[in-house]
């Protein structure tokens, strides 16, 4: 793997304590690069782990606290793609949950805005790329039964 590109996938749940329901956080790329809806998403940095990178990546894109962190759960999800950029990728998918929302400040060198979307409104039109699907599905079935 010395020579694929390491990344991290990233689901931001929170749970809304009024709904007793799980919203998720997306993010829309900007215009350069293509306009899209996904999930929190990053290369990792030297000498980190799938889960390093990506807890990195969510306070970077997002201003994420860590006080709001519930658990990370690594979702057993990795995909292998060749980026935009011709290069071979290993992604792998983790789901952080938190117990209240906080001020969420994207970095607009990568993305123009941001949504809370309702668990029960995810569906594979929520995001561009199917991995990023797949990941929101699986967290969102885990989720359903969080806590029971």
Same mark, same amino acid.
């Given at each position: 793997?010395?020579d694929?590109?390491?990344?991290?996938?990233i689901?931001?749940?929170?749970l809304?304590?009024a709904?007793?329901?799980?919203?998720f956080?997306?993010?829309?790329?900007n215009e350069?690069?293509?306009?899209?809806?996904?999930?929190?998403?990053?290369?990792l940095?030297?000498?980190e782990?799938?889960? $390093?990178?990506?807890?990195? $990546?969510?306070?970077?894109e997002t201003? /994420?606290?860590l006080?709001?962190?519930?658990?990370?759960?690594? /979702?057993?999800?990795? #995909?292998?793609?060749?980026?935009?950029?011709?290069?071979?990728? =290993?992604?792998?998918?983790?789901l952080?949950i938190?117990?209240?929302k906080? $001020?969420?400040k994207?970095? $607009? =060198?990568?993305?123009?805005?941001?949504?809370?979307?309702?668990?029960?409104?995810?569906n594979?039109?929520?995001?561009?790329?199917?991995?990023? #699907?797949?990941?929101?599905?699986?967290?969102?079935?885990? /989720?359903? =039964?969080?806590?029971?």
């Amino acid at each position: 793997m010395a020579d694929q590109t390491k990344k991290a996938q990233i689901v931001l749940a929170v749970l809304d304590p009024a709904s007793h329901s799980f919203s998720f956080l997306l993010l829309k790329t900007n215009e350069r690069r293509g306009a899209f809806w996904q999930n929190v998403t990053g290369k990792l940095e030297d000498g980190e782990t799938f889960e $390093e990178g990506g807890l990195r $990546e969510a306070i970077e894109e997002t201003n /994420l606290s860590l006080e709001s962190i519930v658990d990370i759960v690594d /979702l057993r999800l990795s #995909y292998d793609f060749i980026d935009q950029r011709k290069r071979k990728v =290993h992604e792998e998918s983790f789901l952080i949950i938190l117990d209240q929302k906080w $001020e969420v400040k994207i970095d $607009e =060198h990568e993305h123009q805005d941001f949504k809370w979307v309702a668990m029960d409104e995810i569906n594979r039109e929520s995001v561009k790329h199917e991995s990023n #699907y797949e990941t929101l599905a699986k967290s969102v079935n885990l /989720l359903k =039964h969080w806590g029971h």
